[in-house]
């Protein structure tokens, strides 16, 4: 076996169910949420809200807080969940310098399916306008190291969240119960 994993990020656009995934996950393992969206920075939140895109600058300060709460997390003894976005590959690699054997789960879904889960999730930050702009900026991990892609289009969450326990199990996760 490689290096195992000692944490996660539930990884892709919006509407693919990284919250839903990584409450199902941890409660099947023990394993430590932490949700992302959480650490926005408000100018973060009223840009979104306005249907404007974040872009690399906005985004910096965000991912910096992410690596800190890994770093926490890791450090407590814990096994992090993370949901995060996590884009762009040099995102995805900012992540990884914070927390060596860092796994990616990446929830792929059609641009249709996550137009409409987004809109139909009342209260959230994120409009349905902003789907296109999200795939334009994807960049897939598929093919990284301690990458797993999920079809979340078709599967249920419980059924995602199985998935990634199971392919945790084969990287080396140790459950806490």
């Not at 990446?106 to 999730?121: G, I, K, M, P």
Request: proline letters at 6%; charged letters at 20%.
């Amino acid at each position: 076996m490689s290096q195992p994993v000692t944490a996660l990020v539930i990884m892709g656009v919006s509407g693919c169910g990284k919250s839903s995934v990584s409450e199902a996950l941890c409660r099947l393992n023990g394993a430590t949420a932490i949700e992302g969206d959480s650490f926005h920075p408000a100018a973060n939140i009223e840009k979104m809200s306005a249907g404007h895109p974040l872009n690399d600058d906005d985004r910096a300060g965000w991912l910096d807080i992410l690596c800190d709460e890994l770093r926490r997390s890791l450090k407590a003894g814990e096994h992090p969940v993370l949901t995060c976005s996590a884009l762009k590959k040099k995102y995805r690699d900012h992540l990884r310098e914070a927390a060596p054997g860092l796994g990616f789960v990446f929830l792929e879904l059609t641009r249709a399916v996550a137009a409409d889960r987004v809109s139909h999730r009342p209260g959230h930050f994120m409009p349905a306008s902003l789907i296109d702009s999200q795939f334009a900026t994807l960049e897939s991990p598929v093919g990284e190291p301690l990458t797993l892609a999920l079809n979340a289009s078709e599967d249920s969450v419980e059924d995602l969240a199985e998935q990634t326990h199971a392919w945790w199990l084969q990287h080396g996760f140790e459950p806490t119960h």
